[in-house]
């Protein structure tokens, strides 16, 4: 299925990116095939589609970074759960084998994230014409779940105690406990924070030239399944804070036992809401909701100023994973004007401007009929 | 290639026998006698009811008027017409309007038709829970959790249905349908969860053995089962016979590509996929009342309740392990299982003055809405040809291919791109 090699020498396309021909990193199929020498680039553009490439599969120096920070994190949490099974076992404290069975919870969860991580570097296939850079997403997604589906659990048990009030709680196992927790939940933070905002010049990073200055805040270059190991640490972080409270106030009053349901509860209830942001985020991404940081009239607006073009109708963005977005769309041009043209200039400004990593844009001649056509119109305000 | 070709033809016709086989779940309510649709990887046949003329309901537009039919290319769609140079759909349909009201009237039909059928599951999935809960048996509550799964079928059929007339916004420019997915996906983590909270009981109480069971309730609640399975399954594969048309996507070119056929052929396949999926229902609910038969008459044998809980939670992972897998695969943007890359990009390759397909991408929207994107350069001087190439490679796409949109980027040749550019080489060595 090889298109039939090109019988003329290679132009140099000065679009191409540099970082291309590099090979970052192993799985990549960047070597170029073809050694004859570059002529030097026609006076025109050379329009090409493939000016800012979708990341490119294989471990790039920010994804090796995040396996980094995974392992460390998971190395982390599998000391402490050993060291609390053991010493839960030693004092035979339930309390403390509960804690221990929710940080292999937390280390099951990181190992998802990490499995998920690695997937995502693999090259796109036949059946995963994307690459699978959606499976940081949905790492992220099992991620949350997990946190969710645990705090359900706790929800639960703290329900029965609070029914039943016959429970008995060693306040100096408690305590202990609680402390751990906290502090292996603060390590396991402060391992897996990635910067916040960096200048990022849209989606790639600083290699690149800088773009235009589109609406919306600068995303986070930062990676999904990083990002959601971390929420969900900080999310066991406040719960551990709670139970750390709690049992304090339990050491010495040891009548108010049911500070510990209540303050489960409350802390549940906080580390819920602090998964809400990367939940929306990562839900938008799954719907094939346009991305947050890129606007439907903006994007419209400049494919309408290029000129030649009439109109656009089926303009769809979505994302790939959060920091890769793709657009597609098509233009209704006018006759005397020059297809080539128009799609180059097209492309071009989409990509510089609002940093997709692909756009396809289909061209129709104009026909006045589309100002009727019912599906020819924009949707509606979201 | 053509060889491969063949093969891979051979393959998916092949493949369309295996699929009813398969206890599927959601197969019993595959009543599409539509092209294509045997090896689609649906997770959901219950939405093929509603479709009178095409696998889905129309997406309507913002200001509510109805397309007549829901493929973007709609010209194209029932007609063996020579490709017409404007790919725009306002062509006047003698009936559209008749098609239309008969449309609404299918879909809502098929609505009403769900929705008693969901609020029937509702009531027999709780009666049964209470008896099981009276009677203190496990198994009875296990035939109620695989109630739980088909009523899920139900309500993710009629949300499809209600997602599909939703418009597109600014935010969502694909629409909703997504939700269907996602929402298939979180109803089978659901059954897990339960099926695990039933399976960790079965344990204990096959470790410590010590569970009374009323026989009476259990046999009572077993025989409920039993004929409550029988209705639904009569009341759901009845309508299978609805749908004795044979509009199906024309495969007008000699190269049909797979998963087009024979009408008759898949009549029987979706019939027999749903007598084996009745079957399926039938033999667990038999077991439970043969298990509530034994517990009753010799109590000393109370360990068929957790062996049946084993047995039945085995069967409903089975069963809804490929919707999971056919879910992963939509969210991770796969390509959907009935349709080839290769096959397509060949395909496309044929067409006249095409030089090479770069980029073609393929994904799902959800089950049976597959969408395409693709980067073609023509061969050198027929920069004056592209609408027809456009207009052709669009026709192959949406019609012989079933996808619902698809946008294709046409450039004219440029002699270097493959050679230096690595996304090219990339995209071209896969």
Same mark, same amino acid.
């Given at each position: 299925?090889?298109?039939?090699?090109?019988?003329?020498?290679?132009?140099?396309?000065?679009?191409?990116?540099?970082?291309?021909?590099?090979?970052?990193?192993?799985?990549?199929?960047?070597?170029?095939?073809?050694?004859?020498?570059?002529?030097?680039?026609?006076?025109?553009?050379?329009?090409?589609?493939?000016?800012?490439?979708?990341?490119?599969?294989?471990?790039?120096?920010?994804?090796?970074?995040?396996?980094?920070?995974?392992?460390?994190?998971?190395?982390?949490?599998?000391?402490?759960?050993?060291?609390?099974?053991?010493?839960?076992?030693?004092?035979?404290?339930?309390?403390?084998?509960?804690?221990?069975?929710?940080?292999?919870?937390?280390?099951?969860?990181?190992?998802?994230?990490?499995?998920?991580?690695?997937?995502?570097?693999?090259?796109?296939?036949?059946?995963?014409?994307?690459?699978?850079?959606?499976?940081?997403?949905?790492?992220?997604?099992?991620?949350?779940?997990?946190?969710?589906?645990?705090?359900?659990?706790?929800?639960?048990?703290?329900?029965?105690?609070?029914?039943?009030?016959?429970?008995?709680?060693?306040?100096?196992?408690?305590?202990?406990?609680?402390?751990?927790?906290?502090?292996?939940?603060?390590?396991?933070?402060?391992?897996?924070?990635?910067?916040?905002?960096?200048?990022?010049?849209?989606?790639?990073?600083?290699?690149?030239?800088?773009?235009?200055?589109?609406?919306?805040?600068?995303?986070?270059?930062?990676?999904?399944?990083?990002?959601?190991?971390?929420?969900?640490?900080?999310?066991?972080?406040?719960?551990?804070?709670?139970?750390?409270?709690?049992?304090?106030?339990?050491?010495?009053?040891?009548?108010?036992?049911?500070?510990?349901?209540?303050?489960?509860?409350?802390?549940?209830?906080?580390?819920?809401?602090?998964?809400?942001?990367?939940?929306?985020?990562?839900?938008?991404?799954?719907?094939?909701?346009?991305?947050?940081?890129?606007?439907?009239?903006?994007?419209?607006?400049?494919?309408?100023?290029?000129?030649?073009?009439?109109?656009?109708?089926?303009?769809?963005?979505?994302?790939?994973?959060?920091?890769?977005?793709?657009?597609?769309?098509?233009?209704?041009?006018?006759?005397?004007?020059?297809?080539?043209?128009?799609?180059?200039?097209?492309?071009?400004?989409?990509?510089?401007?609002?940093?997709?990593?692909?756009?396809?844009?289909?061209?129709?001649?104009?026909?006045?009929?589309?100002?009727?056509?019912?599906?020819?119109?924009?949707?509606?305000?979201? | 290639?053509?060889?491969?070709?063949?093969?891979?033809?051979?393959? $998916? &016709?092949?493949?369309?026998? #295996? %699929?009813?086989?398969? @206890?599927? =779940?959601? /197969? !019993?309510?595959?009543?599409?006698?539509? +092209?294509?649709?045997?090896?689609?990887?649906?997770?959901?046949?219950?939405?093929?009811?509603?479709?009178?003329?095409?696998?889905?309901?129309?997406?309507?537009?913002?200001?509510?008027?109805?397309?007549?039919?829901?493929?973007?290319?709609?010209?194209?769609?029932?007609?063996?017409?020579?490709?017409?140079?404007?790919?725009?759909?306002?062509?006047?349909?003698?009936?559209?309007?008749?098609?239309?009201?008969?449309?609404?009237?299918?879909?809502?039909?098929?609505?009403?038709?769900?929705?008693?059928?969901?609020?029937?599951?509702?009531?027999?999935?709780?009666?049964?829970?209470?008896?099981?809960?009276?009677?203190? $048996? &496990?198994?009875?509550?296990? #035939? %109620?959790?695989?109630? @739980?799964? =088909?009523? /899920? !079928?139900?309500?993710?059929?009629?949300? +499809?249905?209600?997602?599909?007339?939703?418009?597109?916004?600014?935010?969502?420019?694909?629409?909703?349908?997504?939700?269907?997915?996602?929402?298939?996906?979180?109803?089978?983590?659901?059954?897990?969860?339960?099926?695990?909270?039933?399976?960790?009981?079965?344990?204990?109480?096959?470790?410590?053995?010590?569970?009374?069971?009323?026989?009476?309730?259990?046999?009572?609640?077993?025989?409920?089962?039993?004929?409550?399975?029988?209705?639904?399954?009569?009341?759901?594969?009845?309508?299978?016979?609805?749908?004795?048309?044979?509009?199906?996507?024309?495969?007008?070119?000699?190269?049909?590509?797979?998963?087009?056929?024979?009408?008759?052929?898949?009549?029987?396949?979706?019939?027999?996929?749903?007598?084996?999926? !009745?079957?399926?229902?039938?033999?667990?609910?038999?077991?439970?009342?043969?298990?509530?038969?034994?517990?009753?008459?010799?109590?000393?044998?109370?360990?068929?309740?957790?062996?049946?809980?084993?047995?039945?939670?085995?069967?409903?992972?089975?069963?809804?392990?490929?919707?999971?897998?056919?879910?992963?695969?939509?969210?991770?943007?796969?390509?959907?299982?009935?349709?080839?890359?290769?096959?397509?990009?060949?395909?496309?390759?044929?067409?006249?003055?095409?030089?090479?397909?770069?980029?073609?991408?393929?994904?799902?929207?959800?089950?049976?809405?597959?969408?395409?994107?693709?980067?073609?350069?023509?061969?050198?001087?027929?920069?004056?040809?592209?609408?027809?190439?456009?207009?052709?490679?669009?026709?192959?796409?949406?019609?012989?291919?079933?996808?619902?949109?698809?946008?294709?980027?046409?450039?004219?040749?440029?002699?270097?791109?493959?050679?230096?550019?690595?996304?090219?080489?990339?995209?071209?060595?896969?």
């Amino acid at each position: 299925m090889e298109p039939a090699p090109a019988a003329g020498g290679s132009e140099t396309t000065r679009l191409v990116s540099p970082r291309d021909r590099d090979a970052a990193g192993g799985g990549l199929r960047l070597k170029s095939l073809f050694t004859e020498p570059m002529e030097s680039a026609p006076a025109e553009t050379a329009f090409h589609c493939h000016r800012d490439p979708l990341p490119p599969p294989g471990l790039t120096p920010e994804r090796l970074r995040a396996q980094r920070q995974l392992c460390v994190a998971c190395a982390v949490c599998c000391v402490f759960m050993a060291g609390e099974v053991v010493g839960g076992y030693l004092a035979h404290s339930l309390a403390i084998m509960t804690d221990a069975a929710h940080l292999l919870a937390d280390v099951g969860s990181m190992i998802g994230s990490l499995f998920s991580l690695w997937l995502s570097t693999r090259p796109a296939t036949r059946t995963m014409t994307f690459g699978w850079h959606r499976s940081e997403t949905l790492g992220a997604l099992a991620s949350v779940i997990s946190l969710w589906m645990v705090t359900g659990v706790l929800l639960y048990l703290a329900f029965i105690r609070l029914l039943h009030s016959d429970y008995h709680i060693e306040g100096g196992a408690m305590l202990v406990t609680a402390g751990i927790a906290v502090c292996a939940n603060l390590l396991m933070a402060v391992v897996l924070h990635q910067a916040g905002p960096q200048h990022s010049h849209g989606s790639r990073g600083a290699e690149y030239a800088p773009l235009e200055e589109g609406p919306g805040e600068h995303l986070p270059l930062v990676n999904t399944s990083v990002r959601a190991a971390f929420v969900h640490v900080l999310g066991d972080l406040l719960q551990s804070l709670g139970v750390l409270a709690a049992s304090i106030l339990i050491y010495f009053k040891p009548q108010c036992k049911a500070a510990d349901p209540i303050s489960t509860f409350l802390f549940s209830i906080f580390a819920l809401g602090s998964t809400a942001p990367t939940l929306r985020d990562v839900l938008r991404v799954l719907m094939e909701g346009a991305p947050k940081n890129v606007g439907f009239e903006p994007v419209r607006d400049t494919l309408l100023s290029v000129p030649g073009v009439q109109a656009t109708h089926e303009l769809h963005m979505w994302s790939l994973t959060l920091t890769y977005h793709i657009a597609s769309a098509h233009l209704a041009i006018d006759p005397t004007a020059d297809p080539d043209a128009v799609l180059a200039e097209a492309t071009s400004r989409l990509c510089s401007r609002f940093g997709f990593s692909s756009c396809t844009l289909q061209l129709e001649q104009y026909q006045p009929e589309m100002d009727r056509c019912l599906r020819c119109r924009e949707p509606p305000q979201a | 290639m053509a060889g491969a070709g063949a093969w891979k033809r051979l393959k $998916s &016709l092949l493949r369309k026998d #295996d %699929a009813p086989l398969f @206890l599927n =779940d959601t /197969s !019993a309510f595959d009543f599409s006698d539509e +092209a294509g649709d045997e090896g689609l990887s649906r997770f959901n046949k219950l939405r093929v009811v509603v479709a009178d003329d095409g696998p889905e309901a129309p997406e309507r537009p913002a200001n509510g008027a109805h397309p007549a039919l829901q493929a973007d290319d709609d010209s194209l769609l029932d007609q063996d017409l020579p490709l017409p140079r404007s790919r725009l759909s306002l062509k006047a349909d003698p009936c559209a309007s008749c098609s239309r009201r008969r449309e609404r009237l299918a879909q809502r039909k098929a609505k009403t038709r769900l929705t008693i059928a969901a609020v029937l599951y509702l009531l027999f999935m709780v009666g049964e829970l209470v008896g099981g809960y009276i009677a203190n $048996s &496990l198994a009875v509550m296990t #035939d %109620a959790l695989h109630m @739980l799964t =088909d009523l /899920s !079928a139900i309500i993710l059929t009629l949300l +499809a249905l209600w997602l599909s007339s939703k418009s597109p916004t600014r935010r969502f420019t694909f629409g909703f349908h997504r939700l269907e997915v996602l929402s298939a996906m979180i109803s089978v983590l659901l059954v897990y969860i339960l099926m695990a909270f039933l399976l960790y009981e079965a344990v204990q109480r096959t470790i410590h053995m010590n569970y009374e069971i009323n026989g009476d309730v259990m046999l009572i609640t077993a025989a409920v089962g039993v004929a409550v399975n029988v209705i639904m399954g009569f009341l759901l594969n009845q309508s299978g016979h609805h749908h004795a048309h044979s509009h199906s996507l024309p495969s007008n070119s000699p190269t049909t590509g797979p998963g087009h056929g024979h009408n008759h052929r898949q009549d029987s396949l979706a019939v027999r996929a749903a007598f084996v999926h !009745a079957l399926g229902d039938l033999v667990q609910s038999v077991g439970v009342l043969i298990a509530a038969y034994i517990i009753r008459f010799k109590p000393e044998y109370k360990i068929a309740d957790p062996i049946c809980t084993y047995v039945f939670s085995l069967l409903v992972a089975f069963t809804t392990f490929r919707i999971i897998w056919d879910t992963v695969v939509i969210i991770l943007e796969g390509v959907p299982r009935h349709l080839p890359v290769d096959y397509i990009k060949e395909a496309l390759m044929k067409i006249e003055d095409v030089y090479s397909v770069e980029d073609l991408n393929v994904w799902s929207l959800t089950s049976g809405k597959p969408m395409a994107i693709a980067h073609i350069q023509l061969i050198p001087g027929s920069s004056s040809k592209w609408e027809e190439v456009q207009s052709k490679a669009r026709h192959l796409l949406l019609n012989t291919f079933g996808m619902y949109k698809c946008t294709i980027q046409l450039q004219s040749y440029r002699q270097d791109m493959d050679r230096t550019c690595a996304n090219c080489q990339n995209a071209s060595s896969i």
